[in-house]
């Protein structure tokens, strides 16, 4: 449970530190305290659901693909 916690921690500190000034210079946003949590929380957002999204996508296609295996044998 620790190393899932820590975890969280490390991706959610990457986002607060790294690619929340990064995306609100890009944009030429005013960065305040809650402008980068802001950031941070909709950049954690965004990445679960694609996360999400990707790990539904390559179940199907691998279930199409032992359907085509056993078919082929």
């Given at each position: 449970?620790?190393?899932?916690?820590?975890?969280?921690?490390?991706?959610a500190?990457?986002?607060?530190?790294?690619?929340?000034?990064?995306?609100?210079t890009?944009?030429?946003?005013?960065?305040?305290n809650?402008?980068?949590?802001?950031?941070?929380?909709?950049?954690?957002a965004?990445?679960?659901?694609?996360?999400?999204?990707?790990?539904?996508?390559?179940?199907?296609?691998?279930?199409?693909?032992?359907?085509a295996?056993?078919?082929?044998?």
């Open positions: 449970m620790a190393v899932f916690l820590y975890l969280i921690c490390c991706a500190n990457i986002a607060y530190v790294l690619i929340a000034p990064f995306l609100a890009m944009f030429g946003w005013t960065l305040s809650e402008m980068l949590l802001v950031i941070a929380l909709v950049v954690l965004v990445t679960a659901v694609l996360n999400v999204i990707g790990v539904k996508l390559f179940a199907r296609i691998n279930s199409i693909a032992v359907v295996e056993v078919i082929a044998t």
